[in-house]
């Protein structure tokens, strides 16, 4: 018998999971007689309300949110200081309420609230990996963060920075694209230089470099269309500079999963990747704002019990 605490992010959905709790409590208790739930209040309050609830013996969370809703929750499996697993049996589980699903999407979670709860109350645990991202301390406190789905470096995080500007209550499904279209028409790619695994060395100029852990991102571009959240690789995806129009053009293809096919998109597989620039380039990480090149990418793999 697991020990259940639901952590509900009221914000998500514009606003929409807290006017909806008592629909999705109720949706819940039928298959989680006994819970306790608790409302965040602020960002990334959702991390530390994990580990507090980890050590205090909880072992099934419940999200309800989006994306960005698991991976703080994710992130409090972890130990903030060493890194390790506080509980390595303990597993998190996400009742979707939130504009950004990607990777939900990509998981195929129900929709449904009660539905999406005896998702989690029937399935088995599914080990996947995570990404783990650690900024270079040379210049500032060394501090690493971590990924579920997709981290990405150049116009990705570009747009992301530009969707925070908008506020939660008017973000939705096409924010993140209308960001795209504004965003591109001031950027330009970036040169950057790239280790994978400790051997191999690439350089260039890239628009898009995005490392995937899982397959969409953006609202539904399947910018990794074989990636798999438990192989112990990452997909790592490099765009290549693109005109205005030719980006308009390839649209689609990142929506339908056929971004591979264009000349100028280079698909590797990594467990380790280091990435640096002259310039400044700044990276996300499953719809947040990261920090800025330099960092590395690893794998954690088997990291995260997912009841899915």
């Known amino acids: 018998m697991n020990k259940v605490h639901v952590i509900v992010n009221p914000f998500s959905a514009r606003g929409r999971t ?6 999705i409590k109720e949706a819940i208790r039928p298959h989680f007689r006994e819970f306790k739930y608790v409302f965040t209040e602020k960002p990334f309050q959702a991390t530390e309300i994990a580990r507090e609830l980890l050590c205090d013996g ?10 960005g809703t698991l991976n703080e929750i994710s992130s409090g499996f972890f130990n903030a200081q060493s890194g390790q697993a506080i509980n390595q049996d303990a597993a998190v589980g996400i009742i979707p309420s939130g504009t950004g699903s990607d990777f939900i999407r990509f998981m195929k979670v129900p929709r449904d609230f009660e539905k999406s709860a005896a998702h989690i109350k029937n399935s088995a645990i599914k080990r996947i990996d995570i990404g783990k ?50 965003t591109m028409m ?14 191999r060395q690439m350089q260039g100029d890239y628009l898009i470099g995005a490392v995937a852990n899982g397959r969409i991102f953006g609202g539904g571009m399947i910018i990794a269309p074989q990636a798999e959240p438990d192989d112990g690789y990452f997909d790592l995806v490099l765009i290549e500079g693109m005109g205005k129009l030719e980006i308009l053009a390839n649209t689609p ?5 056929g971004i591979a096919r264009n000349p100028k998109v280079h698909i590797l597989r990594a467990r380790h ?9 700044h990276i996300e990480y499953d719809g947040e704002i990261g920090d800025s090149l330099p960092a590395e990418f690893t794998v954690v793999e088997k990291a995260l019990n997912l009841r899915i």
């Not at 909880?58 to 949110?65: E, K, P, T, Y």
């Not at 790619?189 to 790239?194: A, D, E, F, H």
């Not at 293809?253 to 999963?257: I, Q, R, V």
């Not at 990747?273 to 380039?281: A, K, L, N, P, Y």
């Open 273 to 281: 990747i280091r990435v640096e620039s002259r310039d400044e380039v």
């Open 58 to 67: 909880f072992d099934l969370l419940i999200g309800v949110g989006g994306d």
């Open 133 to 182: 991202i650690t900024y270079d301390g040379t210049a500032r406190k060394k501090k690493s963060q971590y990924f579920v789905n997709v981290a990405d470096f150049g116009l990705g995080a570009e747009v992301i920075r530009s969707v925070s500007r908008v506020d939660a209550s008017h973000r939705g499904a096409f924010t993140y694209y209308r960001g795209l279209l504004s």
């Open 18 to 23: 807290g006017k909806s709790w008592e629909t």
């Open 186 to 199: 001031k950027f330009s790619s970036k040169s950057v230089r790239l280790t994978l695994d400790g051997k």
């Open 253 to 257: 293809l990142l929506y339908s999963g």
